[in-house]
């Protein structure tokens, strides 16, 4: 008896571990590829933490009113891996910023890269919006 028990748990482990986690959203369900956004503004935060990083940017309006965007980017590993640290991106440094809007048209943003000032670009591996800008051609 006790061994039936065993092997009927056992498979049902085995089953449940090819089932998929539904717990992680797509990046579109929060975000809109029918809304590619490049926003010029001036880095104010950085938070490289699982399981998304922010980069927070001031953008000045036409009016001179500034408003604050978040900017979501990958897990840190990725961003590492992209050459994205800390280091690399000093408060205060002006970037411009690819990436889709969201749903709500609250100021956030599905990162798919920044470009310095001095020209070089970083992709912010947000896997999902950088597939959909390149089968779009949004990231020119």
């Known amino acids: 008896m006790q061994a039936r028990t065993i092997t009927v748990l ?14 992680h959203h797509s990046w579109n369900t929060v975000f809109s590829e029918d809304k590619p956004l490049v926003l010029r503004g001036t880095l104010a935060k950085v938070e490289l933490v699982n399981p998304h990083s922010w980069f927070w940017i001031d953008v000045k309006s036409p009016d001179g009113t500034v408003a604050k965007w978040g900017i979501e980017g990958g897990p840190p590993n990725g961003l590492i891996r992209n050459g994205i640290t800390k280091d690399t991106l000093p408060v205060g440094e002006e970037l411009v910023v690819r990436g889709y809007g969201s749903r709500d048209g609250s100021n956030l943003v599905a990162g798919v890269k920044y470009e310095r000032a001095d020209g070089k670009e970083f992709f912010l591996a947000n896997d999902g919006a ?4 390149k089968a779009l051609g949004n990231l020119k």
Do not use: D, K, N
């Open 130 to 133: 950088e597939a959909t800008a």
């Open 10 to 23: 056992v498979g049902v482990m085995v089953t449940l571990s090819g089932v998929p986690m539904g717990a």
